[in-house]
Nanobody, 111 residues
Framework: QVQLVESGGGLVQAGGSMRLSCAAS????????MGWYRQAPGKQRELVAT???????NYADSVKGRFTISRDNAKNMVYLQMDSLKPEDTAVYYC?????WGKGTLVTVSS
């Protein structure tokens, strides 16, 4: 079973940057698409970004040009670099691999 552990969340001012990390267990990491999702208070969980095994990326319109997803297959890690953060980016951020989810890390952007 895949286990995912997110880290790097916290409090940041609007306009600032933050980098999230997700560590994945297991030997299947490098052959599947990884994704970052987020869930704001009172809202449904939504896709933020995905990256395939071939490093092709896809982003939600709301984060295009501000967020960058990357992966390091040798370390079983996926990252989310978040720049020009806005208060509306405040949410719990989760990584996903196949049907497995991490427990999430809270990002709070103050205005």
């Amino acid at each position: 079973q895949v286990q995912l552990v997110e880290s790097g969340g916290g409090l940041v001012q609007a306009g600032g940057s933050m980098r999230l990390s997700c560590a994945a267990s297991g030997s299947i990491f490098n052959i599947f698409t990884m994704g970052w999702y987020r869930q704001a208070p009172g809202k449904q969980r939504e896709l933020v970004a995905t990256i395939t095994s071939g490093y092709n990326t896809n982003y939600a319109d709301s984060v295009k040009g501000r967020f960058t997803i990357s992966r390091d297959n040798a370390k079983n890690m996926v990252y989310l670099q978040m720049d020009s953060l806005k208060p509306e980016d405040t949410a719990v951020y989760y990584c996903k691999l196949l049907g497995s989810w991490g427990k999430g890390t809270l990002v709070t952007v103050s205005s």
